[in-house]
């Protein structure tokens, strides 16, 4: 296999099938040793919680299957801390950036916070969802773009983002229902999509380090959220 790509999280591999190989890092998203999943940079190591992550992955992923909603994955190593999925091109890649990050916020936190604190406080309840887009460039610190911004650069046409966004708040409420069943609020999730036989499908992962999850109004550390997702 081949090194095609090293993330922050996740190293990226092409194997001799056409499928790619994800290798799962002990690396978590955040901001002078604190997680926050909402930061465009590496800020703190947990040791284990690459193998966590994969696990949790895998477990939305089959919940996702069930659902009827196709995704890229296709089987998983846990020791190795690896997932086989099927090849994609990534969204805005063609434009020459990395790719395009999906926000579901169910509550106002973090980012949102950081650009619109003026209009609404931490913490306030989203009803119905609501989904945003950002290119994933450090350098410009992961500008926002739209549905309609998306179109005009040719990344894809509004029929592929709705059905993106239709995508989105279905995953997102999966997750969600799943985490209420044991006592836990989902406040915001990331995802990855990308272009497979021309039709967009969630890529990536779906882990702790990429949810914000609070219960009984404190957030959940990245390994117990893991935990409690999978030792129920």
């Given amino acids: ?17 056409g499928n790619v190989l994800l290798k799962f890092k002990d690396d978590c998203t955040g901001k002078d040793g604190v997680f926050d999943p909402g930061e465009n940079a590496v800020g703190l190591t947990i040791e284990g919680i690459g193998q966590a992550n994969l696990k949790t992955s895998v477990y939305y992923f089959e919940l996702c299957k069930k659902a009827g909603i196709k995704t890229h994955y296709v089987s998983a190593d846990i ?11 990534c969204l805005g890649k063609a434009q020459g950036g990395n790719g395009l990050e999906v926000i579901c916020r169910l509550v106002a936190t973090g980012s949102f916070i950081r650009r619109y604190g003026e209009y609404i ?106 935990e409690l997702i999978l030792n129920r």
């Fill in 1 to 17: 296999m081949t090194l095609t790509y090293k993330g922050k999280t996740k190293d990226v591999y092409a194997l001799e099938n």
């Fill in 79 to 89: 020791e190795n801390a690896t997932m086989e999925v099927l090849p994609a091109e």
């Fill in 121 to 226: 406080k931490d913490g306030t309840v989203i009803e119905g969802g609501y989904v945003e887009c950002t290119f994933k460039n450090d350098a410009k610190g992961d500008p926002l773009v739209t549905g309609e911004g998306l179109a005009v650069l040719g990344v894809m046409t509004p029929e592929m983002f709705e059905s993106m966004k239709e995508q989105t708040l279905k995953i997102t409420k999966i997750v969600a229902d799943d985490l209420k069943s044991i006592g836990l609020d989902l406040w915001d999730i990331k995802f990855e999509f990308g272009y497979n036989n021309g039709e967009v499908v969630l890529i990536d992962e779906i882990a702790s380090g990429n949810m914000r999850v609070y219960k009984d109004g404190k957030i959940v550390e990245p390994v117990k959220l893991t």
